[in-house]
């Protein structure tokens, strides 16, 4: 694949204190390796060789990291220190000088799937618009409660799965969605609500596993997956 990943690795991670106070959010460990190894193997695992990462909180343990890495051979990365409090579409901004060719991917540094890239890539060449965002149906944390029309209680559903459809990451951009992109943008706000309201951002409904890694009960499960062996991005990684 000749289109360049983003990675945006600035965040603080704040609600996984447990393992953030000394290392930053990316290199939180799902079987003894950092999320961000495993996000960079289900890429380059698919065929992507180049990365770009936005680095932010305690990005020279991400450089760290990177130089130490143990990932496939023949991959480009390069870190960029993108500010400390720089929200998400300002990362991109910051790196717009490196996103050759006329499109890009971008993801978090915090979310695993059994993504399919090359159908997510040939879904957005073939809409024309200038972005596409995979969208997911995450399980819900809590069981629900089914009510009738009288308040009774008729029974209980365990953790059933969102009938909605969130952000998983997993991002194609055209190189003019740049255009929508400023220095201080947050990319889930006005960069993506502009693209919408202009008819130019489209949906790709990932069915399969996504989960990302935002509290200490998010790392449990994905290592609990791992370390069964039944981890869903593993054949990816």
Same mark, same amino acid.
């Given at each position: ?98 996103? !050759? ?7 978090? #540094? *915090?979310? $695993? ?5 090359? %159908?997510? &890539? /040939? ?50 951009? !055209? ?7 400023? #220095? *201080?943008? $947050? ?5 993506? %609500?502009? &693209? /919408? ?41």
């Amino acid at each position: 694949m000749d289109e360049p990943v983003v990675i945006l690795c600035g965040g603080r991670g704040t609600r996984l204190r447990e393992h953030t106070h000394t290392i930053p959010k990316p290199l939180v460990e799902i079987g003894g390796r950092p999320i961000l190894w495993h996000v960079i193997r289900i890429y380059a695992h698919q065929g992507f060789r180049r990365f770009v990462l936005c680095l932010g909180h305690k990005g020279e343990l991400i450089e760290q990291f990177v130089a130490d890495n143990g990932l496939p051979e023949g991959l480009t990365i390069e870190c960029v220190r993108t500010g400390e409090e720089t929200p998400t579409g300002g990362r991109i901004a910051r790196v717009r000088d490196r996103l !050759e060719g006329p499109r890009f991917c971008a993801t978090y #540094a *915090d979310g $695993v799937a059994d993504i399919d890239l090359a %159908e997510l &890539l /040939a879904f957005h060449r073939e809409h024309g618009a200038l972005a596409t965002m995979t969208v997911v149906q995450p399980q819900l944390q809590f069981g629900v409660a089914r009510l009738n029309g009288r308040d009774v209680v008729e029974g209980f559903e365990e953790k059933p799965q969102f009938e909605g459809w969130i952000n998983g990451g997993f991002f194609c951009f !055209e190189r003019d969605a740049l255009d929508y992109i400023e #220095a *201080d943008s $947050v990319l889930e706000r006005e960069p993506l %609500e502009r &693209l /919408a309201a202009d008819g130019q951002l489209r949906a790709y409904r990932h069915a399969g596993f996504w989960d990302c890694m935002d509290t200490y009960k998010d790392a449990v499960l994905l290592n609990d997956l791992w370390a069964s062996g039944e981890a869903p991005w593993k054949e990816s990684a």
